[in-house]
């Protein structure tokens, strides 16, 4: 199969399980998990329709961008683990940072994005099955990262992200897709006064986006699916 042939299955499962679910099919974004991935493959994913680009380490963000590689992309993300000496790389540079999982990261975000004057769109990554190896805040840690984020003028919160445990498949992860949404809902219950701007609800992968978007998912970031397996992931 074809890049472009790639793309167009995953969107219309996408469709499908929407459909399925019974939700509006344009409720949901497909973000192209862009990791490893060359600017002539990115270029030839945003020719065959893919709208938004999730990154997931600064270099290969800084050397994209370098190389207008998203041009024709309507967003760019950052999806991946982000340490407080590298804000300067991604606030302002990209649309939607996905992964704030403490307050010493939303102040840096909110700090150098004050210094652009600008107010950088983020989501709270949150650690839902609690595994060690993983990003994210707690779920008891949630409710107050998500109330220092909806207090500081340069950070506007827009919803929440999760990885969840690697899937096995047959719908393992959709007690951790529905206990997203539920926080989700929380926060958009409590934050009522700017509730209009909380509307993503990141969370579903290769393996499981069509769960994910039968529990509620907005945003779904998928790699394999679209560009075919990659060689194993260090961590940064
Ligand atoms: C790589 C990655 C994805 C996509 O994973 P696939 O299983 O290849 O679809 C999604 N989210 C994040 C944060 C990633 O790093």
Do not use: W
């Amino acid at each position: 199969m074809t890049l472009t042939n790639r793309i167009q299955a995953v969107q219309e499962q996408v469709r499908q399980a929407a459909l399925q679910a019974g939700r509006d099919p344009g409720e949901i974004t497909l973000c192209a998990a862009t990791k490893v991935q060359t600017d002539d493959t990115i270029r030839q994913a945003i020719a065959a329709g893919i709208r938004v680009c999730g990154e997931n380490r600064v270099q290969e963000l800084t050397a994209h961008l370098e190389q207008m590689a998203y041009a024709g992309a309507q967003e760019v993300h950052f999806i991946g683990h982000l340490q407080t000496n590298k804000v300067k790389f991604v606030v302002g540079k990209v649309d939607l940072i996905q992964s704030v999982d403490s307050q010493r990261l939303l102040l840096a975000i909110d700090q150098q994005a004050e210094k652009l004057g600008l107010r950088q769109d983020i989501l709270l990554e949150v650690n839902i099955g609690r595994e060690e190896s993983k990003g994210g805040c707690l779920p008891d840690e949630l409710p107050a990262l998500a109330e220092l984020a909806a207090s500081l003028d340069h950070v506007r919160l827009r919803g929440l992200m999760a990885i969840p445990p690697v899937s096995t498949g047959c719908g393992a992860n959709r007690p951790y897709f529905s206990a997203m949404r539920q926080l989700y809902v929380d926060i958009q219950t409590k934050m009522s006064d700017n509730q209009g701007s909380i509307d993503h609800l990141s969370m579903g992968m290769s393996a499981d986006f069509a769960d994910a978007i039968a529990e509620g998912a907005t945003l779904i970031r998928v790699g394999t699916a679209l560009f075919g397996p990659r060689p194993p992931m260090k961590r940064p």
